[in-house]
T-cell receptor
Framework: AQSVTQLGSHVSVSEGALVLLRCNYS??????LFWYVQYPNQGLQLLLK??????LVKGINGFEAEFKKSETSFHLTKPSAHMSDAAEYFC??????????????FGKGTLLTVNP | GAVVSQHPSWVICKSGTSVKIECRSL??????MFWYRQFPKQSLMLMAT?????????EQGVEKDKFLINHASLTLSTLTVTSAHPEDSSFYIC??????????????FGEGSRLTVL
């Protein structure tokens, strides 16, 4: 079984400040991990993914995440927040149990607000 | 590449009617499509998994007779909400996995369809 915990349903930062969105996972098999962003009334857009290659993953829009197996974490960071980063962010995990790598389990999401 | 489109984006219907939502992979063949439901300010809840040419697999607690899923081709899956009621109002999102793609679990999401049942 897999699960994802996103600490903090709402994170507020000032424009230009560091963004840190936390994600911890549990998985009985080596996980694939994802961060998605969702803007209001839209679907999900992939920010970045970890698929057992480099532990530090760089994504779009200046975001990156580091896979830490010992901490079962995959926190999302961005050095300097921009107003356009305001959105809902979802961490997700999938694995190869049962033959399907595509059955994603999502966290509850973290709403990021960026203050001018 | 890897664009998934949903139609309609918005739909309002009367209670008791049925509504069909389409999910299309525009530039790739999708072996598997997934349907999710998202309540306001909440995460995505997987409803069902559909594979082309076979019956959909529904998650526990999802009524298969209420939410009919058809995956007639490698580029189209449909979700029909039958005899819709106000409690079915929600944001429905589909996603697709690409046939022949790297098996890393990456999915491509549609834009979502907001259903409002009056």
């Amino acid at each position: 079984a897999q699960s994802v915990t996103q600490l903090g349903s709402h994170v507020s930062v000032s424009e230009g400040a560091l963004v840190l969105l936390r994600c911890n996972y549990s998985s009985s098999v080596p996980p694939y991990l994802f961060w998605y962003v969702q803007y209001p009334n839209q679907g999900l857009q992939l920010l970045l993914k970890y698929t057992s290659a480099a532990t530090l993953v760089k994504g779009i829009n200046g975001f990156e995440a580091e896979f830490k197996k010992s901490e079962t974490s995959f926190h999302l960071t961005k050095p300097s927040a921009h107003m356009s980063d305001a959105a809902e962010y979802f961490c997700a995990v999938s694995g190869s149990s049962g033959g399907s790598n595509y059955k994603l389990t999502f966290g509850k999401g973290t709403l990021l607000t960026v203050n001018p | 590449g890897a664009v998934v489109s949903q139609h309609p984006s918005w739909v309002i219907c009367k209670s008791g009617t049925s509504v069909k939502i389409e999910c299309r992979s525009l530039d790739f063949q999708a072996t598997t499509m997934f349907w999710y439901r998202q309540f306001p300010k909440q995460s995505l809840m997987l409803m069902a998994t559909s594979n082309e040419g076979s019956k959909a697999t529904y998650e526990q607690g999802v009524e298969k007779d209420k939410f009919l899923i058809n995956h007639a081709s490698l580029t189209l899956s449909t979700l029909t909400v039958t005899s819709a009621h106000p409690e079915d109002s929600s944001f429905y999102i589909c996603s697709a996995s690409r046939a022949g793609g790297t098996d890393t679990g990456e999915l491509f999401f549609g834009e979502g369809s907001r259903l409002t049942v009056l």
